[in-house]
């Protein structure tokens, strides 16, 4: 009518919680299964420590976390073909072998060596078609996930030679052994592409550069530790070459643990980032590697030094969640309507 304003449109609908929560959870990097690998190492570590309660909980927390991670890369892999081919060829995509191995040997710690298998078969699938699709896009001045695909082969070595001794398999200790090189091959080429400005610049995926060495030395002690099981996989030469290597590659860990410290104190980085998680992972991988070689060389000096580096592992990762969820808090809210 005449005289009368118009009718104003309604406000736009406020978003639920649940739409924003879905909308973050969209945004995820594909570099988001380090939060597995951190929270299942720190598992490990608090098992071999003989911390049987707490060693629950952490592995309760990764497999759910995995579980949820896993729906959404099969929902990807299947109704967006195109962003998973994407996502794949980021340095950061063998998170999903490596999350998936690390689980799988802490299950077969518990004795459930079947689902275990199936952990290990599901990552054997997924290694060569996410390793061959990331390393053909590799390049100079790498950021430190480029240690990932080292990472991810020598976490199917861990678990390879951890089922190997509980399963009195022979071939699969072998072949964990054939990993476990091949590793050490890819850290090497990785290292060589490393940007060595990271320790200084990095927003936390610069520890996987010491990470990747950790694991590496968790492998070798696995392969020894499954030569002593009863199976007769390397004579005493073989032995004593893989015992110096495992050694070796503990030490040029902590090498790097203690320079990546040093670059955190020099140059520190307060605010959260996803890549986070990839400085908790190495953290606690030094830990289990410390722990395991004491047992596999038979040096249990090792036992006390890999206690408090364990505990660091745990404080580090309590301080990261923490600031997860702030995180996740603060992307939800922002993308709420004013």
Known sequence: MPGLPPPSSPPPASPSPRSRLRDWWARRRPASGTAVMATGIVSVGLHLAGHEALSRVWLTMAGLAWVALAADFGVRLVRERERWRAEAGTPGAPTAVAATAVLGTQISARGRQTVAEALLALAAALWPVLIVTVVRRWKRRM???????????????????????????????????????????????ALGLF?????????GDQWVAGGALAVSALAGAELLMAGDGGLYLWNADDTGVLRGLTVALLVLDYAWYAVLLVAEVRWP?????????????????????TLSVAVAVDLPALDGPGEVLLWVAVAAWLVV???????VRAGIRSRAPR
Not at 158 to 182: I, M, Q, R, S
Not at 195 to 203: I, K, N, S, T, V
Not at 321 to 327: I, N, T
């Open 143 to 189: 950021p430190g996930a480029v240690f990932l695909c080292c990472v991810a082969t020598q976490s199917l070595a861990v678990l390879g030679a951890v089922l190997a001794k509980a399963e009195a398999a022979a071939w699969l200790a072998h072949t964990a052994l054939v990993l476990f090189w091949l590793g050490l091959v890819l850290y090497g080429v």
């Open 269 to 289: 980085r307060p605010r959260y980032d996803e890549r986070r998680w990839a400085t908790v992972f190495p953290m606690g991988m030094t830990a289990a590697a």
């Open 321 to 327: 969640a923490a600031a997860a969820v702030g995180s």
């Open 195 to 203: 940007d060595l400005r990271q320790p200084a610049e990095g927003a």
